[in-house]
């Protein structure tokens, strides 16, 4: 347990200075550990394991987008839970679920278990990115998928490269907010 | 979709971020708040006429920083709110102290003071200018406050909305003193009290609605 927020926890500190490596593996563990987290939570009430998939993407997007929340001086458990257990509430909110049934647990609770076999969840990546504004998918298509670098993105999609940026930003926050709602309908 | 392949979309070219400018962005949108009461109270309602003389600003003055003293605090709080979990640490009763202090020195003030002047001292002439004022004044600076905790990711969304309210109701009292000439205790404590907590009140209901992400 230690040893993984240690571990965790300096992926998380790289990440945030821009590391994609630490934070492609940061992300697959987390994604490992959430989903275990989220199948044991449903599974509970009765709920399948693809739902867990698509609940484990939308805390993994909630991650992404406020990692700027998290305070490299503190330990990085407390607040992936926190995380996960908001985004669980939230879910069963929107579900009609009573919210009633998610004790108040221990933080170490998320960080028990992982589980690496995921299933297919109902997001389509390629439907939701045709949904969005043509600037913030272009910008996320060329960097977050092709790989280019944002300056190669910048003069290919004739931006900036601040307005780049700045769209890969509000394109994810976009992503994770048609996410959530396609679940809702 | 795969997780993989949105562990690769995420992480893939990903840019550094600031933890320190969300939390600067809470900071700047309190003094701002700060900034836009005093404007209020001085270009809508107007300075009380004394405030240049020495006997009258002194009053004034203490009734600001007697707000102050619960303003820093739950400040502080509120920051701490606004990131996931913050909930779980440092106790609420703890913040409310310096609120309990000052209702202390009411009910005080009120015994050692005879009956006959218990209404005089809270049912003055500016008793409902006062639970008007402080609210309407809130408005703005709530507004803006609740623009900069929505950059971060608080988790106890009822509880981050009351901080964000007494935040702006203190905000709002701070800017309110320059006007209200009314500078007996109870009637501070009454009514500034009441409406910050009504202030307070209000975030706790709103925050939910607004604070959602």
Known sequence: ?185 | MKTDDLITLLSTNVEPVDHRQTVRNIGMAIVAGAAISAATTFFVLGPRADLATVGTYLPALLKMVFTFIILVPASLYLIRLSRPGGERKGATALIALPFVAVMLLVVLSLTFAPGSHWKGAILSDEWLECLLSIPLIAIVPFSVIVWAVRQMAPTDLARTGAFAGLVAGCLSAIGYALHCADDSVPFFALWYGGTIALCTFAGWKLGPKLLRW
């Open chain 1, 1 to 185: 347990m230690t040893v993984n927020e240690a571990e965790l926890g300096a992926l998380m500190r790289a990440s945030l200075g821009g590391d994609a490596a630490a934070y492609r593996n940061l992300l697959s563990r987390l994604s490992a550990q959430l989903r275990a987290y989220y199948k044991g939570r449903l599974a509970r009430i009765g709920r399948s394991a693809e739902e867990a998939e698509d609940l484990m993407q939308e805390a993994l997007m909630a991650i992404h987008t406020r990692r700027h929340s998290y305070h490299p001086a503190e330990p990085l458990t407390p607040w992936v839970y926190a995380i996960a257990r908001y985004k669980l509430i939230d879910h069963l909110r929107r579900t009609r679920a009573s919210v009633a049934d998610v004790p108040l647990e221990d933080a170490k609770e998320v960080m028990a278990m992982d589980d690496y076999t995921g299933t297919d969840s109902a997001n389509d990546l390629g439907k939701l990115l045709d949904r969005l504004p043509d600037k913030m998918r272009r910008a996320i298509q060329s960097v977050k998928l092709d790989g280019l670098t944002v300056a190669q993105a910048a003069s290919k999609c004739g931006m900036s490269e601040s307005a780049v940026k700045v769209n890969i930003h509000r394109g994810l926050k976009a992503l994770t907010a048609s996410i959530a709602r396609e679940k809702r309908t």
